[in-house]
């Protein structure tokens, strides 16, 4: 087994004991930042940027989940104008997808392992064509379902088919736990990685140990991916896997893709501040960006 530690190491693989602080930062120098998943359109976007004031909170980022060919240009640019004025990233997800499709496995309960990944090449083509409409409306965040997807992405953000600072998230429903995924998802073009739900810190720490980027975590879940709340974790999050984005406010919705209400979303923000105050009442030395920092994937619409 110590050979196989060591060949692991030797290609970048590590362990996440024992535990250690992680002196990984983003690029301001912080160490979290917060992220709310579910926001499908303009009027809930609005909602939850409304309701920041309320709490006093900051949130750095927002995922739209349903995808990106359920919304009309005029929607797109709507939210990305109110990500832009409000200075928080806007991530809306790729479109096509197995459950998506016509795909009868993907309805079984065998076939869900697949997830939300692409069949066939029409299908890896009209995805796309999702992501590269949306860069032109000045999008600059796109969550990706799919490794094969992932990997076309990046080759065409570094030949210019895609603009050089899109950036490229990849979500928990890809299903990767381990050191050696999150190493792969990072070399093929990943700029944050989402594991999946339910590791623990060990877990989290031996993936931060091999990669760079930030590492997106749930601070809590909606029923349908389990419903349970990692608040209380939160610092030790943070301590040990940063540059982190808290993903938070999913407890709110019953399922992904959840068509979150205006009220839903206020409901969210308040989670934001019930981790919020979980982080100052237990690692109160912990950083986390300014608004408006300058590496977010903040829109560009003119």
């Known amino acids: 087994m110590n050979k196989n530690r060591k060949f692991l190491e030797d290609i970048g693989i590590k362990s996440g004991y024992p535990l250690i602080e992680s002196e990984k930062r983003f690029m301001d120098g912080s160490q979290y930042r917060f992220e709310v998943p579910g926001i499908q359109r303009p009027p809930t976007l609005r909602a939850l ?17 349903k995808g990106i060919m359920l919304l009309t240009d005029r929607e797109i640019e709507e ?34 392992r697949i997830g939300y990944r692409i069949r066939g090449y029409e299908n890896l083509l009209y995805a796309l064509e ?8 000045g999008i600059r965040g796109i969550v ?61 720490a031996s993936i931060r140990n091999s990669i760079n980027i930030p590492i997106d975590l749930h601070t809590e879940n909606p029923q349908s991916s389990g419903g349970f709340i ?19 406010g999913g407890s709110v919705a019953k399922k992904h893709a959840w068509e979150t209400t205006k009220t839903e979303a206020k ?21 986390a960006s300014p608004k408006g920092s300058g590496d977010l994937a903040i829109p560009v619409i003119k």
């Open 79 to 112: 939210m990305g104008e109110l990500a832009r004025d409000a200075k928080i990233e806007l991530f809306l997800s790729i479109g096509p997808r197995a459950t998506y499709d016509t795909s009868a496995t993907a309805k079984t309960k065998e076939g869900a």
């Open 130 to 137: 999702d992501v590269k409409r949306a860069a032109e409306l």
């Open 230 to 248: 990692r608040h209380y974790e939160v610092p030790d999050m943070i301590r040990y896997a940063a540059p982190v984005y808290l993903k938070t």
């Open 49 to 65: 940027i409304d309701a920041l004031d309320e709490y006093d909170v900051t949130i750095h980022r927002v995922t739209q989940t």
């Open 267 to 287: 409901e969210r923000i308040r989670q934001v501040y019930l981790v919020q105050s979980m982080i100052e009442r237990y690692y109160p030395e912990a950083k």
């Open 144 to 204: 990706v379902y799919d490794e094969g997807i992932l990997w076309v992405l990046g080759k065409m953000r570094k030949e210019g088919y895609l603009p050089a600072d899109i950036h490229f998230k990849v979500s928990a429903h890809c299903g990767h736990g381990n050191p050696a995924s999150a190493l792969l998802i990072e070399e093929i073009g990943a700029d944050s990685f989402n594991p999946v739900r339910d590791l623990q810190i060990p877990m989290l």
